[in-house]
């Protein structure tokens, strides 16, 4: 003869957490084996639900835990009676260490009973566990803890008599003590554009610059972004912002005496930009906020415009500055 329990339970957080307890029932024996499965979706290890106590009772059969045995390597499991524990339980299995039960995993625990004095003869079989219709209150629960040690839920049930050969039995209703589970988050996404930025960039004066040996008077250059969301309309998002760019390079210059010098020399530009982001929820006015911007790519930035100085014809010179750069911009909206 053999019991049957199917525990259902919504954790805190919304998860599932189930296991099935059946108890085998040898005839005319004071034995009788525990078998514990439990059966929650395997998720990523840390977040990993697992079973660390199971509670039953015994029908107010009056028989004493005598000896437990164990299989499927769960050493780290006893089976002991409570001493003011659980009211509704009398009996507790319960795990020594913090690794507890795993998904997918089953304890068998054969456990044989010492009648008391008075019911010498009494079997599993003939005992009051075996109904539960004689308001006996057969019952059994499963706590389960995360891997961080927190309890997620205490899930219980009643045993319900199957014939072995039955498959695929119907369990009975849970009864969970666990509250309702919480709505679902509202989506949202992160959405981003990406916009092209090119300039041209008068450089007066002229920058000494060698096309042959660019090494001997080197242009470079620094840059950063402002970025703001400008504008919310019906499924768009506008996105305005103005790249700051300062290029460094040397020139040549008289002095007073109407020696030639050479000197550094900066010229700073400033290059306005806009995208805009198509968002399905976005409705006139609503707010959203940057969560991110860069520069992904500098596609190239180099001298132009080659000649000689007007004044100081032996020198090389560029009159331009060129580049391209390819900018990102993500946003998300405020909740």
């Known amino acids: 003869m053999e019991l049957y329990s199917q525990l259902l339970g919504i954790g805190g957080a919304g998860e599932v957490l189930t296991a099935i307890i059946e108890v085998e029932i040898l005839p005319n024996s004071n034995e009788a084996v525990f ?53 509704d339980f009398e009996c507790l299995i319960e795990d020594n260490t913090a690794r507890g039960l795993r998904p997918n995993e089953k304890l068998i625990c054969t456990i044989e009973f010492d009648s008391k004095v008075g019911n010498e003869g009494q079997s599993w079989l003939h005992a009051p566990l075996t109904s539960i219709n004689k308001g006996m209150g057969v019952q ?11 309890e997620a839920d205490r899930i219980g049930g009643h045993y319900k008599c199957r014939q072995k050969k039955k498959k695929y039995p119907k369990p009975t209703p849970p009864v ?33 610059f060698n096309p042959e040996r660019p090494e001997q008077y080197p242009v470079t250059h620094k840059k950063t972004f402002d970025v703001a969301i400008e504008k919310v309309c019906p499924e768009k998002v506008i996105i305005c912002g103005t790249v700051h760019k300062t290029i460094y390079y040397k020139t040549l210059k008289k002095d007073c005496s109407g ?34 911007a860069a520069f992904l790519c500098d ?16 020198y090389p010179v560029a009159w331009k500055f060129e580049e391209k750069e390819i900018l990102k911009v993500c946003i998300r909206k405020v909740q």
């Open 35 to 87: 078998m514990i499965t439990n059966t929650s979706p395997s998720l990523p290890s840390e977040t990993n639900f697992n079973i660390r106590q199971v509670f039953f009772n015994t029908g107010q059969l009056p028989i004493q835990i005598k000896k437990i045995t164990q299989a499927n390597n769960a050493t780290n499991f006893n089976v002991h009676k409570q001493e003011n524990f659980e009211k």
């Open 140 to 150: 059994v629960a499963a706590t389960f803890y995360n891997d961080k040690g927190e």
């Open 176 to 208: 969970t003590t666990t509250p309702s589970p919480k709505p679902c988050p509202v989506a949202n996404p992160q959405s981003c554009c990406q916009v092209i930025i090119e300039r041209k960039t008068q450089l007066v004066p002229p920058a000494l």
């Open 259 to 292: 020696d030639t010098s050479i000197i550094d020399h900066y010229v700073k530009d400033d290059i306005p930009f806009q995208c805009f982001i198509d968002r399905d929820d976005a409705n006139e006015n609503d707010e959203f906020e940057i969560v991110g």
């Open 299 to 314: 596609v190239f930035d180099t001298p132009k415009n080659f000649g000689y100085h007007p004044e100081f014809s032996q």
